[in-house]
């Protein structure tokens, strides 16, 4: 079983629609909570980044954390055919220093029809 | 503002010639810097990281070596590669002393034939 589990999708929403994405993990040590957003071709680019549990919310993207349930999730309110991307979700037990690493999952494609 | 050069972004090399990819990072000092692979339709695999000059970790047994001969720079070598080196390798960093996010490169794509 796999640390971080992500469905690859592809999943499909008209234009506008709210796009909902999840992760779940197996580790309860895991705190600190990322979200990826990468198109065809190109490096990953941080979209959101939320420490222990609750919401965050950054224009049209809210992060969830709820720990209790090892389940993070990624809204995309009035989506664009331009989120039409890759998303990654990545997490870690401690800070990036002193060489400690983050894991990811694998990523779920989003298509967004016009 | 913090930039990640990568390079080259494409090439196509053939069994068992050898390869080096390029990375530095501008507008930062002493980050950590890493090394992923992206094969096709999977997830990010992490294979070195650095968190000074000279002190490279490897995650995977592979046919790929790291260096880091300056502060901001890491480079991936392989002496003879694989066909199943190829991939989309992609360099990152890291605030070393607090950050607990890490930036991506433009990534290069591998192509061994």
């Known amino acids: 079983q796999k640390e971080v589990e992500q469905d690859p999708g592809p999943l499909s929403v008209p234009e506008g629609a709210i796009v909902s994405l999840n992760c779940t993990y197996s580790?309860?040590?895991?705190?600190?909570f990322m979200w990826y957003r990468q198109y065809s071709r190109k490096g990953p680019e941080l979209l959101m980044y939320t420490y222990s549990s609750g919401n965050k919310e950054d224009g049209r993207f809210t992060a969830q954390v709820d720990k209790s349930s090892k389940y993070i999730s990624l809204f995309i309110r009035d989506s664009q055919p331009s989120d039409s991307a890759t998303y990654l979700c990545a997490m870690s037990a401690r800070p990036l220093a002193a060489g400690n690493k983050l894991t990811f999952g694998g990523g779920t494609r989003v298509l967004v029809k016009p | 503002s913090q930039t990640i050069h990568q390079w080259p972004a494409t090439l196509v090399q053939p069994v068992g010639s050898p390869l080096s990819l390029e990375c530095t990072v501008e507008g930062t000092s002493n980050p950590n810097l890493y090394w992923y692979r992206q094969a096709a339709g999977r997830g990010l695999q992490l294979l070195f990281y650095s968190v000074g000059i000279g002190q490279i970790s490897s995650e995977v047994p592979q046919n790929l070596s790291a260096s880091r001969p300056q502060d901001r720079q890491f480079i991936l070598s392989s002496k003879k590669l694989l066909l199943s080196d190829s991939g989309f390798y992609l360099c990152?960093?890291?605030?070393?002393?607090?950050?607990?996010?890490?930036?991506f490169g433009e990534g290069s794509w591998l192509t061994v034939v």
């Open positions: 990152a960093w890291s605030i070393q002393s607090a950050g607990n996010t890490i930036y």
């Open positions: 580790n309860s040590a895991f705190q600190y």
